[in-house]
């Protein structure tokens, strides 16, 4: 599977991933081996049974991580329209006739950084792709969408 993400997301992950592989191999690691000596094992250890609960949120983070590494596809190399809702946009959006909001059109992974991205596979995203400015559309929860505004930001 494709993953769609900026340059600058890649370098972010591969310097998380490289956070997370210290942490497993050194950090984690010495705190399970104190754990164990201190505690006797695993049996009422507070400290061993922590460390173990480090160890696998680590390698599920590190696992996420690789996954969202495999296949890249860089926005910043593709040709974006920008008259209509596609990835590498900024769209302005009102809900219910509310003030719009902006958002980032982007992959999963720019997501993880950025409270203004929306993932270009998120429910939000799949409504409003491909439409143009003026188009009103049917939301997630009901919500009527208007879209105000098409900006490419690559």
């Not at 592989?21 to 201190?38: F, H």
């Not at 049974?49 to 680590?58: I, P, R, T």
């Not at 993932?119 to 009103?136: E, N």
């Amino acid at each position: 599977m494709k993953h769609y993400m900026l340059e600058k997301t890649w370098e972010l992950l591969m310097e998380e991933a490289e956070g997370l592989r210290k942490k497993l191999t050194k950090e984690i690691s010495a705190d399970i081996g104190v754990g164990y000596e201190t505690g006797g094992g695993w049996h009422d250890n507070a400290l061993f049974e922590s460390a173990l609960v480090d160890q696998a949120v680590a390698a599920s983070k590190l696992a996420e991580v690789s996954r969202l590494m495999q296949y890249p596809v860089f926005i910043d190399n593709l040709e974006i329209p920008g008259n209509m809702v596609t990835i590498g946009v900024e769209v302005h959006l009102e809900f219910d006739g509310e003030e719009a909001i902006s958002y980032q059109v982007l992959g999963a992974a720019d997501a993880r950084y950025n409270d203004s991205v929306i993932s270009s596979t998120s429910p939000l995203a799949k409504v409003i792709m491909q439409h143009k400015v003026g188009d009103i559309v049917m939301g997630p929860g009901g919500k009527t969408i208007k879209i105000v505004g098409i900006k490419k930001i690559i």
